[in-house]
């Protein structure tokens, strides 16, 4: 009844790349093997670049430590992991990005032996007179309130004679008193010694918080607000 040419024939099946050049060809073997290399690859730059960022934080910013020792009873305790502050005190010529302050908890390098690092607070800053009397420590005469000792930690009352704090020198001490190796027994810390501020207890896990600094009521025109003052302008 109806008589086609062959060449008025459409032909269906396959079809070539040539006959639209829309179309894409895609070889699933192949274009999962490289999707799968080619996130690998991703991974594998994310994963350097987390590295690198928490080695500059470590090198730069912030650096943990291991308390080791009781000399901080009872603010710190043995085996427990802190995170230092090490831009706190950061000093470029003119810019300075803070100062350290009277109950700082510090970490510094040993001045006998710089190979080894210890906490401590800052008990007396450059200029002043620092004096332990039964125990009690005097500033300028002044006696300083502590209110973060605890009197099990503190039986000895020892005490020592009158000592001046150089220039870009602190006088340190443990919060354990009985139980301390200080400025009492080996003398100052020098500014250049100390790196970095302790603030943050991230293990053990029942004690995760920020390290309390010490309130101090002392007159007003001790050398301590007159260094203050200094260091601000």
């Not at 710089?114 to 800052?122: A, L, T, W």
Request: net charge negative; hydrophobic share 35%; glycine share 8%.
């Amino acid at each position: 009844m109806f008589d086609f040419q062959k060449k008025n024939q459409f032909g269906f099946g396959t079809h070539a790349p040539e006959d639209d050049r829309d179309i894409e060809v895609c070889r699933m073997k192949t274009e999962s093997r490289q999707g799968l290399w080619s996130e690998s690859l991703k991974l594998l730059r994310d994963i350097v670049l987390i590295i690198a960022v928490f080695l500059l934080l470590g090198v730069f910013v912030a650096q943990p430590v291991v308390v080791e020792g009781t000399s901080m009873l009872p603010q710190l305790h043995d085996g427990e992991r802190l995170l230092v502050n090490k831009l706190v005190y950061y000093k470029f010529k003119s810019v300075s990005w803070g100062h350290i302050e009277r109950g700082d908890v510090i970490v510094f390098w040993y001045p006998k032996d710089p190979e080894k690092s210890y906490v401590k607070r800052v008990i007396g800053l450059p200029g002043e007179m620092v004096e332990v009397s039964d125990g009690k420590v005097l500033i300028n005469g002044t006696e300083l309130s502590e209110a973060y000792l605890e009197a099990e930690h503190n039986q000895s009352l020892p005490s020592f004679p009158p000592k001046r704090v150089d220039e870009h020198f602190y006088f340190v001490m443990g919060d354990n008193r009985d139980n301390s190796s200080d400025s009492r027994y080996w003398g100052l810390v020098p500014e250049k010694y100390i790196y970095g501020k302790a603030f943050f207890r991230y293990w053990n896990p029942s004690s995760i918080g920020f390290i309390s600094h010490g309130k101090y009521n002392l007159p007003e025109n001790s050398p301590t607000d007159k260094h203050l003052a200094e260091s601000e302008e």
